[in-house]
């Protein structure tokens, strides 16, 4: 379980594939701190830490299916990633709750700088079948963007757009996005879970 609340930008080392799976090295200023087996969240992507190296780097591996539903994918040497180690049990939930699962991916349509900020806006495919089941977004509701939680506004049946302050665009992968650039989304859990218990009790 996640809280959307990115700790770091790292650099992908390398992307190894075998068979279908693929073997991806990061880079990041808490190598030294993780175990075999601890799940980490890699632009919103839960994977498993497989190996710990002594250059402050460390292997996470993700199937076929995870390649498919992701932009993990698209990764390369020196591409950045969003990471989020899982939560403490009795920390502070800054960010909403987030589980790793990513449940599609989607297009970066526009960028507008705003007054220092900047609002991106993002376009997805979702059956109206499977929207009815929560995976949508609404108006000042949450949504996890390559893993960062973030607020939901001029939300549409097919789109959304979000506004990333400066701290947001420097700490995290957004500072590399361009029209074009396909990011993972993680839905409200909470919506899809009362989406269908309005299901059960239509």
């Known amino acids: 379980m996640f809280s959307g ?3 770091e930008a790292a650099t992908v080392v390398s992307v190894t594939d075998e068979g279908g799976n693929r073997h991806i090295r990061v880079r990041c200023s808490f190598a030294d701190e993780l175990k075999i087996d601890q799940s980490v969240a890699h632009n919103g992507v839960c994977l498993t830490v497989v190996a710990i190296h002594d250059d402050a780097s460390y292997t996470v591996t993700a199937i076929r299916e995870t ?44 960028i507008e700088e705003v007054d220092g900020s900047r609002y991106y806006r993002f376009r997805y495919d979702v059956p109206r079948e499977m929207a009815a089941k929560g995976y949508m977004t609404v108006e000042k509701g949450s949504v996890t963007v390559n893993g960062v939680s973030l607020t939901v506004c001029d939300s549409e049946r097919d789109s959304f757009r979000v506004a990333i302050i400066p701290y947001t665009f420097d700490h995290t992968n957004f500072h590399t996005f361009e029209v ?23």
């Open 67 to 110: 390649l498919d539903r992701s932009n993990l994918g698209d990764l390369v040497a020196g591409s950045k990633v969003n990471l989020e180690r899982s939560m403490v049990l009795n920390g502070r939930l800054d960010g909403h709750i987030v589980q790793g699962h990513v449940d599609c991916t989607a297009l970066c349509e526009s």
């Open 5 to 7: 609340i990115v700790e």
């Open 180 to 202: 074009g650039t396909r990011v993972n989304l993680e839905f409200d859990i909470i919506g899809k879970y009362l989406a269908r218990l309005h299901d059960f009790s239509s």
